[in-house]
């Protein structure tokens, strides 16, 4: 099969894989329809991350069920699926909880490659989420962004106590942000206040149910948040980004009692304990449990209810993922879909 692998920062190659096989009995292998290249792909892609040798790349994904380990029952060769990019039982005490990216039996799905034709899922019963029918090609990117990128703004809303009624500030304006902005709008806020410095994104939010755009960064982009919320700050605020500053800008522009959801990858984020403990901000966050969240998400898609593979500004086939990965590292395209 064919699949990209990154061998070095700036350096990916589409290039002949070996086909996955079923290893474990709980296995299924896909025949991806759709992949797509990530923000958190870009950290390795910058060399912000190390990569030790040639990596297998991608861990969104979309396609058929083309074959089942002996113990598979719920998924069935044929069924179109969603997955998450952390495979999980569902049943263990932690995913019972909501939280299936701390699974005890956790695995990550990007350690075997999505961004190729085949892709090998573990616990499929548990990762896997079969769609009614076959979904028609125009929902293809909607369902894709339910893998990652909407399951993760959306837990980023949820984890910062959105409802109706809520001054809510979106800290990231990736493909994330964009689809928490999403997220609010359905949970019902009253002010989503987006942080953005581009034009397509600003435009996109607002599809997406931004009221507000702050342009500003930092310090000033806080005093802004303050000055739309009548001093206090956000309710809710939700960062998706990963970096110090994204960080201390989401505490910061959060009101005392306010709750910050973070999903952005941390990459050398620290907080002043003693500014965190006067601010009475509730932080919680982390890796996104997706599979929490994707029946609710594929049955909003499907009856078109959202809209989220709006995020897709650029579509690639596979072989030219390099350029899928330098339009996003030069803020060219918000986020790619590879097709296949």
Known sequence: MRGAVLYAPRDVR?????????????????????????????????????????????????????????????????????????????????????????????EPVGANGAQAELLRVPLADGTLVATPDIPSDDLLPSLLAASDVLGTGWFGAVAAEVSPHKAVAV???????????????????ERIIAMSRHAPRQQLAIEFGATDIVTERGDAGVARVKQLTGGLGAHSVIEAVGTQESMLQAVRSARPGGHVGYVGVAHGVTLPGEELFFSHVHLHGGPAPVRRFLPELVDLIWNRQIDPGKVFDLSLPLEQAAEGYKAMDERRAIKTLLRL
Request: aromatic share 6%; glycine share 12%; charged share 20%.
């Open 14 to 106: 589409v290039e002949e894989r070996d086909d996955p096989k079923i290893i474990q009995p709980t296995d299924a292998i896909l025949r991806l329809s759709a992949t797509c290249v990530c923000g958190s792909d870009l950290w390795p892609y910058r060399g912000i991350e190390s990569v030790d040798g040639p990596s297998p790349m991608g861990h969104e994904y979309v396609g058929i069920v083309q074959e089942v380990g002996s113990q598979v029952r719920a998924i069935k060769p044929g069924q179109f699926v969603v997955g998450s990019f952390y495979a999980s039982d569902n049943t263990c005490e932690l995913c019972q909880a909501g939280y299936q990216t701390a699974c005890i039996n956790k």
């Open 171 to 189: 800290v990231g304006d990736g493909a994330v942000g964009l689809l928490a902005v999403l997220a609010a709008s359905q949970l019902g806020a």
